[in-house]
């Protein structure tokens, strides 16, 4: 039977062995720095702006070249309306990691070589959400744009949400392409609601991010000022969509 007295008779003839195995113990299981540090916007329903913003900082810290995608799933690439979620997929240090606007930085169990695969490389992502089906993951990846003369201005003192956090996004994507935010009203007409969306240009898709909804790219070709194009886009989510604006600085 091992006593106290036993205990610390060994601990006072071998203090070297007790501080080694002190050090191994604290040393096990190191924190994994993450590859970049990133705030987040802070915006309802907002994975893929969310996503886009965090590859925006990634590529003025690490260049364009650097090797990085967004990765969604929840519909076929070829559908036009497509919806789901959104992470962000990056090669740093000899290893593949995912950033995760619900659950930050994970070191991915896949090889690097194995990057451009996207079935291999979504099956550790989707493990984060077992109860949800996952159909068709797809990477994203932008290309170079050039930032629009008159940018949004975020209004984050706003009492309409839909309008805080779309003018947000808008502010923060503009820096790096043209985006417009716009307000609009929708519902039936004795119960009319006002929100606000953003919209962007994203892997050649045309974006329209509403905070109620969340971000649709639709397989169309248009300017981002284009307010007729803008309101018949929403009305496919938001029947009877009107009163398209521009919001104002």
């Given amino acids: 039977m091992v006593t106290i007295l036993t205990v610390v008779n060994f ?34 329903n907002g994975c893929f702006v969310e996503t886009v913003a965090f590859l925006d900082q990634w590529n003025d810290a690490h260049g364009t070249d650097a090797w990085a995608r967004l990765l969604q799933w929840g519909a076929r690439e070829d559908e036009e309306v497509v919806m ?9 240090r000899g290893a593949l990691w ?6 930050g930085w994970t070191k991915l169990p896949v090889e690097v070589a194995q990057r451009d695969n996207v079935a291999t490389v979504a099956v550790p992502v989707l493990k984060r959400y077992p109860k949800v089906t996952a159909r068709f993951p797809t990477y994203r990846n932008d290309f170079p ?21 779309a003018s947000i996004v808008g502010a923060q994507l503009a820096k790096k392409r043209p985006v417009n935010v716009v ?48 309101q018949e886009l929403l009305r496919r989510a938001f029947p009877g969509a009107s009163g398209v604006k521009k919001v104002s600085g």
């Fill in 98 to 103: 995912c950033w995760d606007s619900n659950f």
């Fill in 11 to 44: 601990i006072l003839r071998f203090p070297p062995v007790i501080a080694l195995l002190l050090v191994s113990a604290g040393a096990a299981a190191p924190a994994l720095k993450p590859p970049l540090q990133h705030a987040m916007m802070g915006v309802a």
């Fill in 183 to 230: 307000r609009f009203s929708h519902g039936p007409e004795d119960a009319k609601q006002e929100s606000a969306a953003a919209v962007f240009v994203f892997h050649g898709r045309y974006c329209v991010y509403v905070p109620e909804m969340g971000t649709v790219p639709f397989r169309v070709r248009g300017d981002v000022g284009n307010l007729r194009l803008i």
């Fill in 145 to 165: 744009q050039t930032p629009g003369a008159a940018k949004p201005v975020a209004q984050v003192t706003a009492t309409n949400t839909s309008v805080r956090d």
């Fill in 84 to 92: 789901g979620h959104a992470v962000a997929v990056c090669e740093s």
